[in-house]
């Protein structure tokens, strides 16, 4: 679970609520005809943007960002190195009983088991990872068309509203609302975007590319466990992917 998503969110959304209520009604926000211009175009041209399939599977991606696990490079590491001694004494075969928690991991081994030759087991896995990293962006992408059409949907929501007010003017009493509901089609768009798409876009790409960290290390320890280097220089070599200060 990545707590600093949810504790963002949570109190983006309490300050938010805070600030409605302070000198006034949280009724006075709701504006149901501009939340169906913002919500409802929003979410109409993720439709028409992509396939069914990957906006239903919308939800899937934004529980991802709040219910990620996390990794420990520093373990995976003194798994490549504790499984490079196993090869090292009893053979690369003997790395069939052992299994790692990831299925990237565990694939990897059992290509080296298998008999892959360094060359195509380089080639195959960094297939797997960029098929992987596609799907990724995918879901990336559909967060930043989300920030970038809210905005909009937003003014439009407020268009629809002037032009409300507009026809009624000869009631000089529905001006006040009639403009107070209007701007809540720009207000609904910004914190859609801004409070909830575009900051998980940008926590999905860094956890991209963190996994792509991951995945390389990998690939290098095992490429240099199909080729016989020495345990400890296959540790030192890894290790240039940890920070400084915790790579002793």
């Known amino acids: 679970m990545d707590l600093a998503t949810i504790l963002g969110f949570v109190i983006g959304i309490t300050l938010m609520i805070v600030s409605m209520l302070w000198g006034g009604q949280l009724g006075m926000f709701l504006d149901f005809p501009a939340l169906l211009v913002v919500f409802g175009g929003t979410i109409a041209t993720l439709f028409i943007k992509h396939k069914m399939s990957e906006v239903f599977g919308v939800f899937n991606i ?10 420990d490079l520093q373990k995976i590491i003194g798994q490549l190195v504790e499984y490079a001694n196993i090869a ?3 053979g690369i075969l003997a790395l069939d009983r052992v299994r790692p928690d990831d ?4 694939a ?3 290509h080296c088991v298998d008999g892959a030759d360094p060359e195509f087991l380089e080639r195959i ?4 990872w960029r098929y992987q990293q596609e799907r990724h962006r995918k879901g990336i ?8 059409t809210a ?3 937003g003014l439009a929501g407020t268009v629809i509203g002037i032009v409300r007010m507009l026809a009624s003017l000869d009631e000089p009493s529905g001006i006040g609302p009639g403009l107070a509901s209007a701007l809540l089609g720009v207000f609904y768009g910004i914190i859609l975007a801004n409070l909830l798409a575009h900051p998980l876009a940008v926590k999905l790409e860094a956890y991209s590319q963190e996994e792509l960290m991951f995945r390389q290390v990998i690939i290098d ?3 240099g466990i199909q080729k016989g280097v020495n345990p400890r220089m296959l540790m030192e070599s890894l290790k240039t992917a940890l920070p400084p200060s915790v790579r002793q």
Not at 141 to 148: D, K, L, P, Q, Y
């Open 103 to 106: 299925p990237f991991f565990q």
């Open 108 to 110: 990897a081994i059992t």
């Open 141 to 148: 992408r559909m967060f930043m068309g989300i920030a970038e």
């Open 151 to 153: 905005p909009a949907f």
């Open 221 to 223: 320890g095992m490429i």
């Open 88 to 90: 090292r004494k009893d």
């Open 62 to 71: 934004m529980t991802n960002a709040f219910m990620v696990k996390p990794r």
């Open 125 to 128: 896995l960094n297939k797997e």
